[in-house]
Structures are given as structure tokens and as C-alpha cells.
């Protein structure tokens, strides 16, 4: 059933593109495979969320505006617990804004390394992973109804990852707000093909 949700087109310029739902393209080579995991698709969500942070952004304007005023200590205590509840808001739905409208993770895998590449535009950093060292690749499962997935397919949150592995016992999670069955396939990919590159290294070994 898996492979219901597996589509591809053809791109003259990288070879046969593959698709994942419609949030996944990965390209599968011989000796290698590279995946881009894209944000989830707004829509008209899109100028919900502008709006309320631009409302947002005149609330904490207004509020900060009132602390200059002639109020008496108790009264500026109350609007300055305010403004740092205001601004950690601001910061939370400001950086989902930007990784929804503009945010990707790269992730590429060859017979040596896994790298993952979270970036903002053409902005952002590459890790690496030995393969030899990556363990317990797993899924973080979430439950359908539960408060955790509710809150996690918001719109205000970037949402957590959905794939997993150990490094030198350091955790790395990566596949932000993937859903359960594209997660589940870009799991199964990685996993067979980690496997393949690794006995193929033991025999050449």
C-alpha cells in the first residue's frame, strides 16, 4: 500500500524525481540518495497567519506604549509580564512563519555519510553521520487524537520531527511535521539502503 503514495516525473537536469506525498522529492541514484522534505502547503492558511502576527506585532506595540506612561509600579509590572509573554509569542510564530514560508531539509545519503541540511532559503548548515555510527533509526510515533498531535499540527508551531537516530549516543531527529505514512516511507528508504551500503563495505573490506 506503501507505494500508492509514490509518484514520479522526469527532470531531464537530475534524473528520474520522485515524490513522496506531495511534501518528499528524493532522487535515487546508484550510489547515492538525496531526499527534500518541503513545509506543509498553506494555501489560504497562509494570509491567516500574516494577519494574526501582524495584529500580533500592533498588540505588543500598543502594550509597550503604555509602560511609558504614568502608571504606578504595580500597574507596570503587570504590562511588562505581558510583554514577555507577547514577545516570546512573537518569536515562536515569527520562526514558524519563516521555516512555512521558506524553510527545507535536505537530506543525503551515500555509502559513507547521512547528511542532513536544515536551511531558510539558501541558508543553513550540513551535518554529517559515518554511517558505521548511526543506530536505532526509528519513527517517533505519535498518537492519532492525542493533545501532543493536535498541538503538533497547528498552524502556530513548526511541529516536531518524525524520524530519529542514535550518533555516539547523541539523539538526531530530523522530517519536521512529516505525516505518518510519508514519514513511515522515507524510513523504509533509508533504513534498506543504509543496510545495502554497509554490506557492500563489508564485503569490499
Do not use: C
Not at 502556530?156 to 519536521?176: C, M, T
Not at 510519508?182 to 533504513?191: E, H, S, W, Y
Not at 554490506?199 to 569490499?204: L, Y
Amino acid at each position: 500500500m506503501i507505494g500508492l503514495f509514490v509518484f514520479g516525473k522526469l527532470d531531464l537536469s537530475l534524473g528520474y524525481m520522485k515524490w513522496i506525498g506531495d511534501r518528499v522529492s528524493f532522487l535515487d541514484k546508484k550510489e547515492s540518495i538525496s531526499f527534500v522534505i518541503y513545509p506543509p502547503k498553506l494555501g489560504r492558511k497562509k494570509g491567516l497567519l500574516i494577519s494574526w502576527f501582524l495584529l500580533w506585532l500592533l498588540i505588543g506595540g500598543y502594550v509597550a506604549a503604555q509602560m511609558f506612561k504614568d502608571y504606578g509600579n504595580q500597574e507596570k509590572l503587570i504590562l511588562f509580564i505581558f510583554m514577555i509573554f507577547w514577545l516570546y509569542f512573537a518569536i515562536r510564530v515569527f520562526r514558524t512563519m519563516i521555516y512555512l514560508f521558506f524553510g527545507r531539509e535536505y537530506i543525503k545519503l551515500d555509502k559513507n555519510v547521512l547528511r542532513i541540511k536544515r536551511s531558510i532559503g539558501s541558508y543553513g548548515k550540513s551535518k554529517q553521520y559515518l554511517i558505521e555510527n548511526i543506530s536505532r533509526f526509528s519513527l517517533i510515533e505519535m498518537k492519532e487524537n492525542s493533545i501532543q498531535k493536535v498541538y503538533d499540527d497547528s498552524l502556530w508551531v513548526r511541529g516536531s520531527n518524525r524520524l530519529q537516530f542514535e550518533f555516539f549516543q547523541k539523539r538526531i531527529s530530523f522530517g519536521r511535521k512529516l505525516e505518518e505514512k510519508d514519514a513511515k516511507m522515507v524510513f523504509q528508504i533509508l533504513t534498506k539502503r543504509i543496510e545495502k551500503f554497509l554490506n557492500t563495505k563489508k564485503k569490499e573490506g
